[in-house]
């Protein structure tokens, strides 16, 4: 069985993106790390005067709020987002183009 490059291209995206979200997910651990080290080391030293609290959520949820208090949709993705804006200049192109023709024979052309 012969198989050629082209033939493992979907192989290389998959690992990738798995690669990517294992980056993401590390990243985020880290982030759960140093604010946990953070709050304890902060709350050992400083006792009661301490204001560093530990994340009461988790960071997915904050996120799903900023994006609500932005007026984003959180359940949308970047492809979504990429059609509607793509569906949005192709609106706004086809109000221009008639416009301008309105205008073109309101001047007599």
Do not use: W
């Amino acid at each position: 069985m012969a198989s050629c490059p082209a033939d493992l291209k979907p192989f290389e995206i998959a690992y990738k993106e798995r690669r990517r979200l294992l980056d993401v997910d590390m990243y985020n651990m880290g982030l759960y790390i140093y604010n946990a080290t953070l709050a304890a080391v902060d709350n050992a030293l400083k006792g009661r005067e301490s204001k560093v609290e530990y994340l009461k959520k988790p960071l997915s949820e904050i996120a799903k709020e900023k994006k609500l208090l932005n007026g984003e949709d959180p359940n949308m993705d970047d492809d979504e987002k990429i059609y509607q804006q793509k569906r949005v200049m192709s609106i706004l192109k086809d109000m221009q183009k008639r416009f301008e023709a309105h205008k073109k024979r309101e001047e007599g052309g």
